[in-house]
């Protein structure tokens, strides 16, 4: 394969990981906010006693839930979003890794190109 075909192929694959990175990003910024909305959610869980009438929207409907049941339910979806939060920022972490390996190559490479 010629130095040009090489610098080629690399280009592609580090568009390729720059984008892989974007969509990351979004999804990290996504999970951020679930994860503000929950904890929220279960602030104000701190100002309800366990008589208090709880509502979960359930398709068009408002179905009423137990106090206990509905506040397990947001600590355990805050805990989802903390693992997925860092599932995210590993996959994050090596993106970027993978870039920066691909641009010190297209760097070596250019350098052969000029000479």
């Known amino acids: 394969m ?12 580090f568009s390729n990981s720059q984008g892989t990175l974007n969509e990351l990003m979004t999804a990290r910024s996504t ?3 679930q994860y503000q909305e929950n904890k929220i959610v279960l602030n104000e869980f701190d100002n309800l006693n366990e008589d208090s009438k709880i509502y979960k929207l359930t398709g068009p409907i408002l179905m009423p839930q137990e106090y206990g049941e509905a506040k397990l ?21 090596d993106e970027e890794k993978k870039i920066e390996a691909t641009r010190e190559k297209l760097i070596a490479i250019r350098s052969q190109m000029s000479s």
């Open 2 to 13: 010629s130095t040009q075909q090489d610098f080629e192929k690399l280009s592609l694959e």
């Open 31 to 33: 999970l951020e906010t």
């Open 73 to 93: 339910n947001v600590t355990k979806r805050i805990e989802f979003i903390e693992g997925e939060i860092k599932r995210v920022e590993t996959k994050i972490g």
